[in-house]
């Protein structure tokens, strides 16, 4: 700021402290003297005590002169009063820690010739003497900007150098044209100095940088050159940056270490690649079939570039590899990260009707319980109406590769009467529907409900519907009676279907049926049998007596025209479905989602199986009862094998039974 940038008042004031300590002023001049070099044309900016100046009150201020007679500055002014003065007006310094570097000192615009000569910066302390300092200003010319050329002596125009490979080598030369003898040439890489000039020849200052075998720590590194030949004006310079290309330093598939992927549940799978430049291109590959990822992000600001994949792999791809491989075009590896995929479901209950299990007081009950899973349950989890809970072994069926079973036997009591429910747990969760029974008192078999056919000639076949078992398996009994009472026949059938030969007409016979199991007898049910006609041809033709030969043929006629009808639907069905079947896409487990991409089935289809989020929750084998290998098996009255064995052996591995 000059003297005319200060209000007309102040101005005026300024002059008549000039005027009255002028004199005081020209005698301070033998202050020791500080030489600054400052280059023509270019901004100077004079630091007032070398830029360390403490104003100690709001009183204090800085003046600065040249010649010691022309003022020229004035710290504080209004532009930094408005700066320095807080709501409360009390004197608040403009900068941390009351240093000023940049308000106290003094700035010259191109600065010339004329601009040289004497300048004082005088500070007036509020609770101390004033103190002077001097400084005479030189002009010097400019060096010139300096040249950076490449080893071959090219000259770099660019703002960059490379890209360069890891293991290349860097070989930067600066060049500036002076012949003056302080000036000074450097290079500083990200701002710290690594190499000075020499000559070169006469006239011509020299400063090479050499890197050998470079690593990826040169990326956009920033060297610059600068020349300097004077004290308060910037150095001239010229600089740029090094470009590479990096390979990943690292490809991750994220997992989180859970590997299991349930069937047909679309689950989000990122890969990072970090420290790739310029960012990769990203494939997916889960055997040998190539996936298409949802997102592709690029991190720039740590190199990190994501790629999102949604997958629902089907049990076919169980155990294959889910890989995720990073190609940077410049280079020619191939960099990859891949995982071996676990893809099974939570058990499912193959029954899928509910079950009637009979007790009886002090009489051992078994039930057992399958299911579907993949992989093999962990446990097998038995609930009872009161919400007591059993644990049983596990034992896989043969012949089926994803079927398992497990067997409850225990000791009812009056609180088991109601539902009962089983429920197998593995690595993808609980069951979601529990195979159910329903617990009821158990007994005798109940009456079966039978019907009697005639047969040709002279027999008679009786079909029965086997009422509820009571709990045990039940066989059906039927006993011809004559008419006198005499037992003529006794014969039983598991089924209940009976056939009776050589039946007369005149016969007076009498059919007892009733069922029976290792708890009882049902009531019995008595048929008469002497009621039943034979079905004979005579009995055809006479009943069909009367009927006009047109009715005959209008009979035939319907029935032609319904086998036609029915042809008709058949065909029609089967084209439909065969023409659903060749629009379908080339890969039959590819099914359309909402969002438009494509996931997997599995080889099966239960709308149970469904879920509502890709998380899996597992029940954890730990939080049974029976894990401890101390006490294998829970608290509540289960013992192994029959109730009258020996202490309880280790956790089995076979299949156990357990009595209560």
Same mark, same amino acid.
């Given at each position: 700021?000059t003297?005319?940038?200060?209000?007309?008042?102040?101005?005026?004031?300024?002059?008549?402290?000039?005027?009255?300590?002028?004199t005081?002023?020209?005698?301070?001049?033998?202050?020791?003297v500080?030489?600054?070099?400052a280059?023509?044309?270019?901004?100077?900016r004079?630091p007032c005590?070398?830029?360390?100046?403490?104003?100690?009150?709001?009183?204090?201020?800085?003046?600065?002169?040249?010649?010691d007679?022309?003022?020229?500055?004035?710290?504080?002014?209004?532009?930094?009063?408005?700066?320095?003065?807080?709501?409360?007006?009390?004197?608040?310094?403009?900068?941390?820690?009351?240093?000023?570097?940049?308000?106290?000192?003094?700035?010259?615009?191109h600065?010339?010739?004329?601009?040289?000569?004497?300048?004082r910066?005088?500070?007036?302390?509020?609770?101390?003497?004033?103190i002077?300092?001097?400084?005479?200003?030189?002009?010097?010319?400019?060096?010139?900007?300096?040249?950076?050329?490449?080893?071959?002596g090219?000259?770099?125009k660019?703002a960059?150098?490379?890209?360069?490979?890891i293991?290349?080598d860097?070989?930067?030369?600066?060049?500036?044209?002076?012949?003056?003898?302080d000036?000074?040439?450097?290079w500083?890489?990200?701002?710290?100095?690594?190499?000075?000039?020499?000559?070169a020849?006469p006239?011509?200052?020299?400063?090479?940088v050499?890197?050998?075998?470079?690593?990826?720590?040169?990326?956009?590194?920033?060297?610059?050159?600068?020349?300097?030949?004077?004290?308060?004006?910037?150095?001239?310079?010229?600089?740029?940056?090094?470009?590479m290309?990096?390979?990943?330093?690292?490809?991750?598939?994220r997992?989180n270490?859970?590997?299991?992927?349930?069937?047909?549940?679309?689950?989000?799978v990122?890969?990072?690649?970090?420290?790739?430049?310029?960012?990769?291109?990203?494939?997916?590959?889960?055997?040998?079939?190539?996936?298409?990822?949802?997102?592709?992000?690029?991190?720039?600001?740590?190199?990190?570039?994501?790629?999102?994949?949604?997958?629902?792999?089907?049990?076919?791809?169980?155990?294959?590899? /889910?890989? $995720? %491989? *990073?190609? &940077?075009?410049?280079? !020619?590896?191939?960099?990859?990260?891949k995982? #071996?995929?676990?893809? +099974?479901?939570?058990p499912?209950?193959?029954?899928?009707?509910?079950?009637?299990?009979?007790?009886?007081?002090?009489?051992?009950?078994?039930v057992t319980?399958?299911v579907?899973?993949?992989?093999?349950?962990?446990q097998?989890?038995?609930?009872?109406s009161?919400?007591?809970?059993l644990?049983?072994?596990?034992?896989k069926?043969p012949?089926?590769?994803n079927?398992?079973s497990s067997?409850?036997?225990?000791l009812?009591?009056?609180?088991?009467?109601?539902? /009962?429910l $089983? %429920? *197998?747990? &593995?690595?993808?969760? !609980?069951?979601k529907r529990?195979?159910?029974? #329903?617990i009821s008192? +158990?007994?005798?078999?109940?009456?079966?409900?039978?019907?009697?056919?005639?047969?040709?000639p002279?027999?008679?076949?009786?079909?029965?519907?086997?009422?509820?078992d009571?709990?045990?398996?039940?066989?059906?009994?039927?006993?011809l009676?004559?008419?006198?009472?005499?037992?003529?026949?006794?014969?039983?059938d598991p089924?209940?279907?009976?056939?009776l030969?050589?039946?007369?007409?005149?016969?007076?016979?009498?059919?007892?049926?009733?069922?029976s199991?290792?708890?009882? %007898?049902?009531?019995?049910?008595?048929?008469?049998l002497?009621?039943?006609?034979?079905?004979?041809?005579?009995?055809?033709?006479?009943?069909?007596?009367?009927?006009?030969?047109?009715?005959?043929?209008?009979?035939?006629?319907?029935?032609?025209a319904?086998?036609?009808?029915?042809?008709?639907?058949?065909?029609?069905?089967?084209?439909?479905?065969k023409?659903?079947?060749?629009?379908?896409l080339?890969?039959p487990d590819?099914?359309p989602?909402?969002?438009?991409?494509?996931?997997?089935?599995?080889?099966?289809?239960?709308d149970?199986?469904?879920?509502?989020?890709?998380?899996?929750?597992?029940?954890?084998?730990?939080?049974?009862q029976?894990?401890?290998?101390?006490?294998?098996?829970?608290?509540?009255?289960?013992?192994?094998?029959?109730?009258?064995?020996?202490?309880?052996e280790?956790?089995?591995?076979?299949?156990?039974?357990?009595?209560?």
């Amino acid at each position: 700021m000059t003297l005319n940038h200060l209000p007309k008042p102040k101005m005026f004031l300024y002059y008549i402290i000039l005027s009255l300590f002028g004199t005081n002023m020209v005698l301070a001049i033998d202050t020791d003297v500080v030489v600054l070099r400052a280059v023509r044309g270019q901004d100077a900016r004079l630091p007032c005590g070398q830029g360390r100046v403490f104003l100690d009150g709001p009183e204090s201020y800085i003046l600065w002169l040249k010649n010691d007679k022309d003022f020229l500055y004035r710290y504080p002014n209004d532009e930094s009063e408005k700066r320095s003065v807080n709501h409360d007006n009390f004197f608040v310094p403009s900068c941390d820690g009351g240093v000023c570097p940049e308000d106290t000192s003094l700035l010259l615009k191109h600065i010339s010739d004329q601009d040289g000569g004497i300048y004082r910066c005088r500070v007036h302390y509020q609770a101390s003497p004033a103190i002077d300092y001097v400084i005479e200003v030189r002009l010097v010319d400019s060096p010139g900007t300096p040249k950076i050329y490449n080893e071959e002596g090219e000259e770099i125009k660019n703002a960059y150098v490379g890209p360069l490979n890891i293991g290349a080598d860097l070989t930067l030369i600066c060049e500036v044209n002076d012949e003056q003898p302080d000036t000074l040439v450097y290079w500083r890489r990200n701002g710290v100095v690594i190499e000075r000039a020499h000559t070169a020849r006469p006239g011509v200052l020299r400063a090479e940088v050499h890197a050998k075998n470079i690593t990826r720590s040169e990326l956009d590194a920033h060297y610059e050159c600068l020349a300097q030949n004077a004290d308060v004006t910037e150095p001239l310079s010229a600089s740029l940056l090094v470009k590479m290309y990096l390979p990943p330093t690292r490809v991750e598939i994220r997992l989180n270490n859970n590997y299991d992927f349930e069937a047909g549940q679309p689950r989000v799978v990122d890969c990072v690649v970090v420290g790739c430049v310029p960012p990769p291109s990203i494939t997916w590959h889960l055997g040998e079939s190539v996936l298409r990822p949802s997102t592709h992000k690029e991190l720039h600001d740590g190199n990190f570039t994501v790629s999102s994949l949604t997958v629902a792999p089907s049990l076919k791809d169980n155990k294959h590899d /889910l890989v $995720c %491989r *990073a190609h &940077n075009s410049h280079l !020619e590896e191939v960099f990859e990260d891949k995982v #071996t995929l676990n893809v +099974g479901y939570r058990p499912i209950c193959l029954t899928t009707r509910e079950e009637t299990v009979g007790i009886m007081p002090r009489e051992a009950e078994t039930v057992t319980c399958v299911v579907d899973a993949s992989p093999e349950p962990l446990q097998f989890s038995w609930t009872f109406s009161d919400s007591r809970t059993l644990y049983t072994t596990i034992r896989k069926i043969p012949g089926n590769h994803n079927r398992y079973s497990s067997t409850l036997t225990w000791l009812p009591r009056d609180g088991d009467i109601g539902l /009962l429910l $089983c %429920r *197998a747990t &593995n690595a993808f969760g !609980e069951q979601k529907r529990p195979c159910s029974y #329903t617990i009821s008192p +158990g007994g005798p078999p109940n009456t079966p409900e039978c019907d009697v056919l005639k047969a040709f000639p002279n027999t008679l076949r009786v079909q029965c519907k086997k009422g509820w078992d009571g709990g045990r398996a039940q066989t059906v009994h039927l006993e011809l009676l004559s008419e006198d009472g005499t037992l003529l026949q006794n014969v039983s059938d598991p089924a209940g279907h009976f056939q009776l030969p050589n039946m007369e007409d005149d016969q007076n016979v009498t059919a007892v049926v009733y069922a029976s199991n290792i708890r009882g %007898r049902s009531d019995v049910k008595t048929m008469p049998l002497n009621s039943y006609k034979p079905l004979n041809s005579s009995a055809i033709y006479d009943d069909e007596e009367g009927q006009s030969d047109w009715s005959v043929m209008w009979q035939a006629i319907a029935g032609a025209a319904s086998i036609s009808a029915a042809l008709v639907v058949m065909s029609f069905c089967y084209k439909t479905i065969k023409e659903r079947r060749d629009r379908r896409l080339p890969s039959p487990d590819l099914v359309p989602r909402a969002d438009g991409l494509f996931h997997r089935e599995p080889d099966f289809a239960r709308d149970d199986r469904v879920l509502g989020t890709t998380n899996i929750t597992v029940n954890q084998l730990s939080s049974c009862q029976n894990q401890n290998p101390a006490t294998p098996l829970p608290s509540c009255r289960v013992l192994v094998g029959c109730s009258h064995a020996a202490p309880q052996e280790p956790y089995p591995t076979a299949q156990r039974s357990f009595y209560v």
